[in-house]
């Protein structure tokens, strides 16, 4: 009775610790409570916390039946594949089994090239992937339509970037016409002459042309960049704002082993790469030119043992809240 009660006021006071310590946890922003969780004093209690799990079903024997067993099993399970999961574990393996996966950092892909060096997670240290990943093509997509804002001395506007057509405004400002949509604007030099292009080399730099007609009859040619907004200055009847809004960004890759192609996918927001033990996430990219990827790269050690964890705790509440009355319903009908 003594160790019972013992074990029943160690793991309450353990339960009561983990909603603090979440709540604490919730402030603290992912990358903090990242290093807060996976601290030493904090290693220690998540050990505490699954042994006291392990003792209560050796100690209590009614929690070896359903649903208890699912519930306490399941939180073992979620327990231990976290801790198998964390740096910590990921380096004690290194050192005495000779495993060397990485837990997690980043790649860079430019366009077109190969790549297998990852930059370890809150270092500048790198390691090699055994296998290498080549970025095909990297894109972003927009929402459509894009968007034209106009501001005024006295309102704003917003209009949809359709190419020839005019919008009409108040008679004291007159007309706008969009003329022509670029996606990578430059400007050539050939002796006196200025050449104004589109290039479809690598670049970004996102424009539209507009007319602006006055309403005295005269107009004249203007250039809104994306990248690159104007201020009101004196004398500017309106300030334009070329806005594309991002819905998505797409890495084509290819996973090359052994020099074969052995996997394709576009990776996207949301939308992971998995392969050789690892999950790539698109993370960032070249905000410049869309000329490299960065991708997430993430060890899966561990994971299969939380996801089994987390089905056993689903399947336990199940069973707790609804099966088990729905069987008590059913034994009572048939006495």
Same mark, same amino acid.
């Given at each position: 009775?003594?160790? #019972?009660? %013992?074990?029943?006021t160690?793991a309450?006071?353990?339960i009561?610790?983990?909603?603090l310590?979440?709540?604490?946890g919730? !402030?603290?922003?992912?990358? $903090?409570?990242? $290093? ?11 050990l ?11 100690i209590f ?10 519930l306490h099993a399941?939180?073992i399970?979620?327990?231990a594949g976290?801790m198998?999961a ?13 495993i ?7 790649i860079t ?16 240290? &790198?390691?090699?992937l055994p !296998?290498s990943?080549?970025?095909? @093509?990297?894109?972003i ?7 034209? @804002?106009?501001? &005024? ?7 949809p970037?359709?190419?020839g057509?005019t919008?009409? =405004?108040?008679?004291?400002?007159g007309?706008? &016409?969009?003329?022509?949509? !670029?996606? *990578?604007?430059?400007?050539t030099?050939d +002796? @006196? *002459?200025? *050449? ?6 690598? +670049? ?5 042309? =507009?007319?602006?007609q ?10 809104v /960049?994306?990248?690159?907004? #104007?201020? /009101? ?9 070329? #806005?594309?809004?991002i819905?998505?960004?797409?890495s ?22 998995y /392969?050789?033990?690892y999950?790539?996430?698109?993370s ?6 869309h000329?490299? %990827?960065?991708?997430s790269?993430?060890?899966d %050690?561990g994971?299969?043992?939380?996801y ?7 399947? +336990?509440?199940i069973?707790? !809240?609804?099966? #088990?009355n729905?069987?008590k319903k059913?034994k009572?009908?048939?006495?």
């Amino acid at each position: 009775k003594g160790l #019972r009660r %013992t074990i029943m006021t160690a793991a309450l006071v353990l339960i009561i610790s983990l909603i603090l310590l979440s709540i604490f946890g919730a !402030f603290l922003g992912s990358e $903090r409570a990242k $290093r807060f969780f996976n601290s030493p004093p904090l290693s220690l209690y998540w050990l505490a916390l699954t042994a006291i799990l392990i003792e209560a079903l050796v100690i209590f024997p009614k929690l070896v039946r359903l649903p208890g067993l699912l519930l306490h099993a399941g939180c073992i399970l979620v327990l231990a594949g976290s801790m198998w999961a964390s740096p910590a574990a990921h380096n004690a393996r290194n050192r005495l089994l000779g495993i060397d996966k990485i837990h997690a950092g980043e790649i860079t892909i430019l366009e077109g090239h190969t790549e297998n060096l990852v930059t370890l997670e809150n270092t500048n240290q &790198t390691k090699q992937l055994p !296998f290498s990943i080549k970025l095909n @093509d990297f894109r972003i997509e927009y929402y459509t339509p894009e968007y034209l @804002d106009i501001q &005024t001395a006295e309102e704003a506007l917003k209009i949809p970037v359709e190419i020839g057509t005019t919008f009409f =405004l108040c008679p004291d400002l007159g007309s706008i &016409t969009i003329l022509k949509k !670029f996606e *990578n604007f430059k400007i050539t030099i050939d +002796g @006196d *002459n200025k *050449n104004i292009i589109d290039d479809p080399q690598p +670049g970004y730099n996102p424009a539209l042309q =507009l007319q602006v007609q006055n309403p005295d009859g005269t107009s004249y040619t203007t250039y809104v /960049f994306e990248r690159f907004p #104007r201020h /009101f200055q004196h004398g500017d009847k309106f300030l334009f704002t070329y #806005r594309k809004i991002i819905r998505d960004y797409i890495s084509d890759v290819e996973i090359i082993k052994d020099g074969k192609v052995v996997a394709q996918k576009s990776i996207e927001v949301n939308h992971p790469l998995y /392969f050789g033990g690892y999950h790539f996430y698109q993370s960032s990219y070249d905000t410049e030119a869309h000329q490299y %990827t960065i991708l997430s790269v993430v060890s899966d %050690t561990g994971l299969n043992l939380v996801y089994a964890g987390y089905i056993m705790l689903g399947t +336990g509440v199940i069973w707790h !809240f609804w099966i #088990r009355n729905l069987l008590k319903k059913s034994k009572s009908k048939s006495k």
